[in-house]
């Protein structure tokens, strides 16, 4: 069985209409959404709104930590904005779901990033289009868990939880053949972004699933430039599927 997976599309709506193409399942991982681009600060919905200058501020102020400058930033930049900010977010959001719902391969098996919004994505789902977070499905007589959205972070994006809510999710999926998150497990050489130079959350929790459930695979992405892309522990091998936005190509799982 070949199974083609992705995560961090952010917004490679080109890319993805083609990524279930010769597969006989297709799994998104989730960050649908480019909201801003590190790599390219005139794209995302950051920089429609307010400018590429106004986009490179933010992003160094990010960059070089000061997180509380950022946000006082970003803060008088939202409120510049007439009707306030949501209306504006909400707007680009549905756009770049639209576009990218209608460009997902179907059947898919989905979960959130957390950079999604979860309770748009219902408006802009087709038939086949299947959302598990915290929950199993069985594709090719495997069982595969899914669990969604990230932990709490100083970025503060849109699908962050508290670490004991992650954990009931992992929990939920219990004894799995392969395990799908959005976060990598909390292994130091998973979580280091070389480009970014900084360490992403990963989570303990899939790490203890991992140490004693003993997975076949677990499949992840957010980190984009990851100092290890895979590794194994015990029997499991750990994946991150790639950055789908820079590389637009799915991770191949031969089953």
């Not at 707007?91 to 919004?117: C, H, K, W």
């Amino acid at each position: 069985m070949r199974i083609h997976v992705v995560s961090d599309v952010h917004g490679n709506a080109e890319a993805l209409a083609r990524a279930g193409d010769g597969a006989d399942a297709f799994l998104c991982l989730g960050d649908l959404i480019l909201f801003i681009d590190y790599s390219d600060h005139r794209q995302g919905i950051f920089a429609e709104l307010f400018g590429q200058d106004n986009a490179d501020h933010l992003i160094a102020l990010r960059t070089e930590k000061r997180f509380d400058e950022a946000r006082a930033f970003s803060k008088r930049m939202w409120a510049s904005l007439e009707g306030g900010a949501w209306p504006h977010i909400e707007r680009a959001v549905r756009s770049q779901y639209a576009e990218l719902f209608a460009a997902m391969p179907a059947p898919a098996y989905l979960t959130y990033g957390n950079v999604d919004i979860p309770q748009m994505w219902a408006d802009h789902l087709r038939d086949g289009h299947r959302v598990l977070d915290g929950e199993v499905a069985e594709i090719g007589g495997l069982r595969f868990g899914f669990v969604g959205g990230g932990l709490r972070t100083v970025y503060r994006t849109p699908n962050e939880v508290d670490d004991h809510v992650y954990a009931e999710k992992v929990a939920a999926v219990g004894e799995v053949d392969v395990l799908c998150c959005h976060i990598p497990p909390a292994v130091p050489e998973l979580l280091y972004d070389t480009v970014a130079r900084r360490f992403e959350r990963g989570s303990e929790a899939v790490l203890t699933a991992i140490r004693e459930t003993q997975p076949r695979y677990v499949l992840f992405g957010h980190v984009h430039q990851p100092l290890a892309k895979r590794m194994r522990i015990g029997r499991t091998e750990c994946v991150n599927v790639g950055h789908f936005r820079a590389g637009g190509v799915p991770f191949v799982l031969d089953l």
